[in-house]
């Protein structure tokens, strides 16, 4: 049988840095449609109703 070694943890410095986890899909996407919204100057109500929705079944990420 094999001898197991143990290594002491790498220092500090030796760590690999932890990035920020990804961002969300959905509040990718809604950020997208809220300035497409915003840019053709339409109210969330005007969208939805454009949509056939309700604006209370609307995204709440792209609420504003």
Same mark, same amino acid.
């Given at each position: 049988?094999?001898?197991? /070694?143990?290594?002491?943890?790498?220092?500090?410095?030796? =760590?690999?840095?932890? %990035? !920020?986890? +990804?961002? /969300?899909?959905r509040?990718?996407?809604?950020?997208?449609? =809220?300035?497409?919204r %915003? !840019?053709? +100057?339409?109210?969330?109500?005007?969208?939805?109703?454009?949509?056939?929705?309700?604006?209370?079944?609307?995204?709440?990420?792209?609420?504003?």
């Open positions: 049988m094999a001898d197991l /070694l143990s290594f002491p943890p790498a220092p500090r410095s030796d =760590r690999p840095k932890r %990035h !920020d986890p +990804e961002p /969300l899909w509040h990718l996407l809604g950020d997208q449609l =809220r300035r497409r %915003h !840019d053709r +100057e339409e109210t969330l109500t005007a969208t939805a109703e454009k949509a056939g929705v309700s604006p209370s079944t609307s995204p709440r990420s792209n609420a504003g």
